[in-house]
């Protein structure tokens, strides 16, 4: 274990520093910031490169919060924006949710969050209509991260600004399972999993209407929002109580292809910061979590079937505007032949093979295929055995 240890008031000292700012407004996410900044002292075994990354992240955060609370004094228009009808893609991760979300982003119709927006959602200063300098800041993190972790490149198209998950919103408030890709907390995660998540989504849609905001004085002229994020299977009451008129798209794969993979992503996003990144360990925490988020949502799915559409991996991959086809069907919106040209031309840049292979294997994370097949049985009989 590092030497050090990460103390939560002289982080809260720093984001005063750098934002200028010298109170909250809203303290309602102090007591999950302070039981995860004990977790990350007394559970993740971080070692001096983990103390340091987590206390810069944990940093940014908080100055981010102060620094979007100066934005609403000066613009209180912000929370006037309304976030009509939003297209969220979820699915357990590695069921091809990125390719599906980035291709449909091209769309210029539709608005997505980009990477530096999602990490840094408020602005650092006004001209960040002419020269935004969180464009820079992110490039130089993905870099970091990819620099710290090379495999990871194989396994995540990681880019600053193309479309990702607006999981990273949710952690402005620290209630996202942001906290557990970069460290192994199980005790954190079970304990915030049971919490009540609304004042986190209340937190997303009051960032998505400063994200549209920003865009709209960028020259975009607004619309609906494409997001994206395997969180949602967790909530999806919460979700929808939120966003009352989304509808979601479902991804489906068999698991023997998902938690495996999963598992290696969150061990070579832990193992870097810590002194010991048990993988089994790690694996099967996430695959309990993503378990029970399954069940979570099909339950929630017995009553409310009409606002969800499914895809399957393989169909996205051989049959790509088909599937498309399906998704505009299910929203109601036209898809043109601009869109479809949009797309295309995505996918041409974007295609896999232009990525290392990830290679891992079942065994090394504790794994067996009759094991996965036994976890995950509900949801294999409902979508895979179909």
């Excluded at 929370?79 to 979300?101: D, K, N, S």
């Excluded at 990871?152 to 990702?164: M, N, Q, W």
């Excluded at 996202?176 to 049971?194: D, K, M, N």
């Excluded at 991959?317 to 399906?326: G, H, L």
């Amino acid at each position: 274990m590092s030497q050090q240890s990460i103390n939560a008031e002289q982080i809260v000292q720093s984001a005063f520093a750098a934002s200028g700012a010298q109170a909250f407004n809203d303290l309602g996410f102090m007591p999950i910031y302070e039981r995860y900044v004990d977790a990350l002292n007394s559970e993740a075994n971080l070692n001096d490169a983990g103390v340091a990354f987590h206390q810069t992240r944990l940093a940014d955060i908080l100055a981010n919060r102060l620094r979007l609370q100066d934005w609403l004094i000066r613009h209180p228009e912000i929370l006037e924006e309304q976030i009509q009808a939003p297209i969220v893609v979820v699915g357990l991760p590695r069921t091809g949710t990125t390719m599906l979300h980035r291709t449909i982003a091209s769309d210029s119709r539709l608005m997505a969050p980009l990477w530096f927006e999602v990490r840094y959602p408020v602005p650092l200063a006004e001209t960040f209509r002419e020269r935004d300098e969180r464009i820079d800041i992110a490039r130089a993190e993905v870099a970091a991260i990819l620099d710290a972790a090379p495999e990871l490149a194989a396994i995540h198209p990681f880019d600053a600004v193309a479309p990702d998950e607006e999981i990273m919103l949710l952690e402005q408030s620290f209630m996202s399972t942001v906290a557990e890709s970069w460290a192994h907390l199980p005790e954190f995660g079970r304990w915030l999993y049971q919490q009540d998540q609304q004042y986190g989504y209340d937190d997303l849609k009051r960032l998505l209407q400063f994200l549209q905001w920003q865009k709209k004085q960028c020259g975009h002229p607004g619309g609906r929002w494409l997001l994206k994020t395997p969180h949602h299977l967790h909530y999806p009451q919460t979700l929808f109580h939120t966003f009352r008129d989304a509808s979601v798209i479902q991804t489906h794969r068999h698991p023997r292809h998902v938690i495996p993979s999963y598992a290696s992503m969150i061990h070579a996003l832990i193992a870097p910061y810590s002194n010991c990144a048990d993988k089994v360990a790690i694996a099967a925490h996430w695959a309990d979590k993503w378990r029970r988020g399954l069940d979570t949502t099909a339950t929630f799915r017995e009553s409310d079937q009409g606002r969800y559409c499914d895809l399957w991996f393989e169909d996205t991959v051989t049959q790509p505007e088909r599937e498309i086809t399906k998704v505009y069907d299910f929203i109601g919106s036209e898809l043109t032949e601009e869109a479809l040209a949009e797309m295309r031309q995505w996918r041409e840049l974007n295609q896999r093979e232009n990525r290392p292979e990830h290679h891992y294997t079942l065994e090394e994370f504790g794994f067996s295929d009759a094991g996965i097949c036994k976890q995950f049985s509900n949801y294999i009989s409902r979508y895979i055995e179909r």
